[in-house]
């Protein structure tokens, strides 16, 4: 029954990426009827953190095959290998959310779950919950803030919706290499990604993984620069304000925010 409606479809919520999820949009595009109500193509994000390689085949992909907006829909660590309270699990956060900007092209990033039960293991004392509020199921007014947390609002505090992506490299490939079953997968370990904002501003994300680093940010026209970071001492903490520098020191395994305004 047709009712009218001025509704999008969206879709697929595919569970990760690959050719399963490119099949899965070309047979919907292939429908007359699916492909005038599709609104965006959504996939999760599962399975391929350190993955840089495949995410941007995939990123390929979609600029050169699909016409519709593109989501990155759902995201949690899994399997969450860190404590709920360890610093790098704000790293992994933001590199994740870096890679699957940058690499994939997508509009939007959505976290799986705001808050979650504790998950500690009996064998380690750790509590591997993946919320970024962590609650104790039998009294949920007994919560924490996850270090994730601050690794994501690093990204949701200073990029507001309307924000677009500008063309950002370091030009240095700085790797980490691991071999499985699947083969040699290629982390790179400074990643960075930088928008325009709507109110004119230019924020740069850079997540760095490993040894502390030195970089240089080459933007002219700005006068004024704020920089806010979370590393093991810091959580999402302004840590400079002023004119911009000609070169910075990024923390080792850190996550760093620069808000360029004029």
């Not at 998950?119 to 949920?140: H, I, R, W």
Request: charged letters at 25%.
């Amino acid at each position: 029954m047709e009712r009218g409606l001025d509704v999008k479809l969206y879709a697929l919520e595919s569970g990760n990426i690959g050719d399963t999820a490119k099949n899965y949009y070309n047979l919907m595009m292939a429908d007359e009827d699916i492909s005038k109500v599709l609104g965006a193509y959504s996939f999760h994000s599962y399975f391929n953190d350190n993955d840089k390689v495949k995410k941007d085949r995939f990123g390929n992909w979609i600029q050169e095959s699909v016409s519709v907006r593109s989501d990155m829909s759902e995201w949690c660590e899994l399997p969450s290998t860190h404590d709920a309270s360890d610093p790098l699990t704000a790293v992994i956060m933001a590199r994740v959310i870096s890679n699957d900007i940058g690499c994939l092209n997508v509009n939007g990033w959505s976290n799986w779950v705001a808050m979650n039960e504790t998950g500690v293991n009996p064998e380690d004392g750790k509590d591997y919950s993946d919320g970024l509020l962590v609650a104790d199921p039998q009294n949920t007014s007994d919560f924490y803030t996850s270090y994730r947390y601050y690794g994501y609002m690093q990204y949701s505090r200073f990029i507001p919706a309307g924000s677009k992506v500008l063309g950002c490299s370091d030009g240095v490939y700085t790797v980490a290499t691991y071999k499985d079953d699947e083969g040699t997968h290629f982390r790179e370990l400074v990643n960075e990604t930088a928008y325009l904002t709507p109110e004119g501003n230019v924020v740069v994300v850079v997540v760095n993984e490993g040894d502390s680093r030195d970089l240089k940010i080459n933007l002219e026209g700005y006068s004024n620069l704020t920089v806010y970071t979370t590393d093991s001492e810091k959580m999402c903490e302004e840590v400079y304000s002023g004119a911009p520098q000609e070169s910075y020191t990024c923390a080792q395994n850190s996550v760093s925010t620069y808000i360029f305004s004029k």
